[in-house]
């Protein structure tokens, strides 16, 4: 019902930035979050941050600072900013749709790689 394609993602060196983007389609609901999540290998998926439609943000603390979230409702689009990258930012980065109207539903994108090495 919601497709998410996402792009941005490659390879950075430490201190350097990189900017996502995630684009929804189909079925838009009005009431929703917009976030990023990331998975290292043999890591569970965690919480990168997350975008209200309501306009509440919230970040996971190993990013507070250094990660903007931000999106553009007219084109259905959140964008991760992400700057002063650390080796352990090297993840799979997927975007996530959550509509928040019963039933609450999870959408996901294919993933995107970012690695950051020198």
């Known amino acids: 019902q919601v497709q998410l394609v996402e792009s941005g993602g490659g390879l950075v060196q430490p201190g350097g930035s990189l900017r996502l983007s995630c684009a929804a389609s189909?079925?838009?609901?009005?009431?929703?979050?917009m976030g990023w999540y990331r998975q290292a290998p043999g890591k569970q998926r965690e919480l990168v941050a997350t975008s209200s439609s309501g306009g509440s943000t919230n970040y996971a603390d190993s990013v507070k600072g250094r990660f903007t979230i931000s999106r553009d409702n007219a084109k259905n689009t959140v964008y991760l900013q992400m700057n002063s990258l650390k080796p352990e930012d090297t993840a799979v980065y997927y975007c996530n749709f959550r509509r928040l109207i019963i039933p609450q539903y999870d959408y996901w994108s294919q993933g995107t790689q970012v690695t950051v090495s020198s």
């Open positions: 189909g079925t838009i609901f009005s009431i929703n979050t």
